[in-house]
């Protein structure tokens, strides 16, 4: 039973930068696929970026390549995510998956477990 707990939202200005987290228990993440995703407030969610076993295989959408950065630490067993250069439109609730089968996607079906998010507000 893999749980998984993100961290790291807050309210920043235009411009500025947060780091999320995606914290694991129950298992490891070491072989699996884990994906971003964003919600923004009335709209669908959507996969903003994933990365693979050992960093394989790592993908940005375009609203977010160039300022977003997905890593991951195995001896911590979290995935993170810097977020640079935010913008307004960057606003809403992240949240981070996990694909047992390490398929490297974008789609929500693909992902078998999901953190409960956390929310960014990105405003002047």
């Known amino acids: 039973q893999l749980q998984l707990v993100e961290s790291g939202g807050g309210l920043v200005q235009p411009g500025g930068s947060l780091r999320l987290g995606c914290a694991a228990s129950?298992?490891?993440?070491?072989?699996?696929?884990v994906g971003w995703f964003h919600q923004a407030p009335g709209k669908e969610r959507n996969g903003i970026s994933y990365?693979?076993?050992?960093?394989?295989?790592?993908g940005y959408s375009n609203l977010v390549k160039g300022r977003f950065t997905i890593s991951r630490d195995n001896a911590k067993n979290t995935v993170y995510l810097q977020m640079n250069s935010l913008k307004p439109e960057d606003t809403g609730v992240y949240y981070c998956?996990?694909?047992?089968?390490?398929?490297?996607?974008?789609?929500?079906?693909?992902?078998?477990?999901w953190g409960q998010g956390t929310q960014v507000t990105v405003s002047s």
């Open positions: 129950g298992g490891t993440l070491d072989s699996y696929t």
């Open positions: 990365i693979t076993e050992a960093g394989r295989f790592i």
């Open positions: 998956a996990v694909d047992t089968w390490d398929r490297g996607g974008w789609g929500t079906h693909l992902y078998d477990y």
